[in-house]
C-alpha cells in the first residue's frame, strides 16, 4: 500500500529509512508497558534509533518483562540501555568493583549499550576511562554524558569530558539537558560554543524535561526547534517522549508548525 500522501516529497531532506540517515533520536522509557511500546513503535519506530530505559528503573522490572522489552527494542533495530544514573548507584553503593558484573549483567538482559554518566556521582577522568574500556570489553555500545544535573558545568570542561570520552572510544557523547537551560529558558550561546568546538555527529542533546526547575512543555518543544534551526535536521536529540516521535520528525522535515527550512529565520 501506498504510504499517505506519496506524491508529497520529504524524502530528499530527510529519508525514512534509517541507513544512512543523519540525525540520531532517543526516546526515554519510564516504564511504558510493553503492549504500549509495541504500538508506538508500529506507528512510528522508523523514527527512533535509540531507548533509554530510565534511570535505575531496569532494577525494578520482573526479569520477563525487561527480557521482552529489549527484545522488542531489538527487533525494531534500535539500541536500548538502561539509564546512567543506574549506574552510577551501583559505583555508590557496591565500588568500582562492581562495574564488570553490571556490565555482564546489562549485556545479559539483552541491552545493547550502556551509559555512562555523572549526574550525582562524579566520576574522575580515570575512572570515566577505565569504564568505556570494561563496558567495550564487555561487547556494550558506550554513550558517555557530561554535564550535570543540578549545577552548571563551564562550558570548556564540557567540551574538554566530551573529547576526552570520544578518543576514548564511546560511540557517543550525550550532553546532559540541563545544562543548557538557564533561568528557564534555552542557553543558546552555550550551544554554540558546543555545536562549533565538537564533531555534532558524534554528540546528541538531550531535551530536558519536568525535573529541571522551570522546564514547561512549551520550553521543550522550544527548544527542540531551537536546535534544529542551529544544528540542523540531523541534530541528534535525546530524551524524546515516544508520545511526541512523529511531532519531532515533522520538525526535522518541515511539516511542522514552524513550515519548511527555507521558512525558518
Given amino acids: 500500500?501506498?504510504?499517505?500522501?506519496?506524491?508529497?516529497?520529504?524524502?530528499?531532506?530527510?529519508?525514512?529509512?534509517?541507513?544512512?540517515?543523519?540525525?540520531?533520536?532517543?526516546?526515554?522509557?519510564?516504564?511504558?508497558?510493553?503492549?504500549?511500546?509495541?504500538?508506538?513503535?508500529?506507528?512510528?519506530?522508523?523514527?527512533?534509533?535509540?531507548?533509554?530505559?530510565?534511570v535505575g528503573?531496569?532494577?525494578?522490572?520482573?526479569?520477563?518483562?525487561?527480557?521482552?522489552?529489549?527484545?522488542?527494542?531489538?527487533?525494531h533495530g534500535l539500541a536500548v540501555f538502561p539509564g546512567g544514573q543506574f549506574l552510577e548507584y551501583a559505583l555508590h553503593v557496591h565500588g568500582a568493583e562492581v562495574a564488570p558484573a553490571y556490565f555482564a549483567e546489562t549485556a545479559r538482559l539483552g541491552f545493547t549499550a550502556v551509559e555512562i554518566s555523572d549526574n550525582v556521582v562524579r566520576l574522575s577522568?580515570?575512572?570515566?576511562?577505565?569504564?568505556?574500556?570494561?563496558?567495550?570489553?564487555?561487547?556494550?555500545?558506550?554513550?558517555?554524558?557530561?554535564?550535570?544535573?543540578?549545577?552548571?558545568?563551564?562550558?570548556?570542561?564540557?567540551?574538554?569530558?566530551?573529547?576526552?570520552?570520544?578518543?576514548?572510544g564511546a560511540d557517543l557523547v550525550l550532553v546532559e539537558a540541563a545544562e543548557f537551560v538557564t533561568g528557564g529558558r534555552a542557553d543558546l550561546d552555550l550551544l554554540a560554543r558546543v555545536t562549533a568546538?565538537?564533531?555534532?555527529?558524534r554528540v546528541m542533546i538531550e531535551l530536558p524535561g519536568a525535573w529541571i526547575p522551570g522546564v514547561t512543555p512549551s520550553l521543550i518543544d522550544g527548544m527542540s526547534k531551537a536546535l534544529i534551526r542551529a544544528v540542523g535536521p540531523g541534530v541528534n536529540l535525546g530524551n524524546v517522549a515516544f508520545d511526541d516521535l512523529v511531532e519531532l520528525e515533522c520538525a526535522r522535515v518541515g511539516l511542522g508548525t514552524e513550515g519548511p527550512p527555507g521558512m525558518r529565520g
Wanted: with cysteine; net charge negative; hydrophobic share 50%.
Fill in 125 to 168: 577522568d580515570g575512572e570515566r576511562l577505565d569504564l568505556i574500556a570494561g563496558a567495550r570489553a564487555a561487547g556494550l555500545g558506550v554513550l558517555s554524558e557530561v554535564g550535570a544535573k543540578h549545577e552548571a558545568t563551564d562550558a570548556d570542561e564540557l567540551i574538554r569530558q566530551a573529547q576526552l570520552s570520544l578518543d576514548a
Fill in 57 to 75: 528503573s531496569a532494577r525494578l522490572y520482573p526479569a520477563a518483562a525487561l527480557l521482552a522489552k529489549t527484545a522488542l527494542c531489538r527487533e
Fill in 1 to 54: 500500500m501506498a504510504e499517505p500522501f506519496a506524491f508529497i516529497d520529504v524524502a530528499a531532506l530527510r529519508p525514512r529509512a534509517r541507513a544512512g540517515r543523519a540525525g540520531l533520536t532517543m526516546v526515554v522509557d519510564g516504564g511504558i508497558p510493553l503492549a504500549r511500546m509495541g504500538d508506538g513503535l508500529a506507528l512510528a519506530g522508523d523514527f527512533a534509533d535509540l531507548v533509554k530505559v530510565k
Fill in 197 to 201: 568546538a565538537l564533531d555534532m555527529a
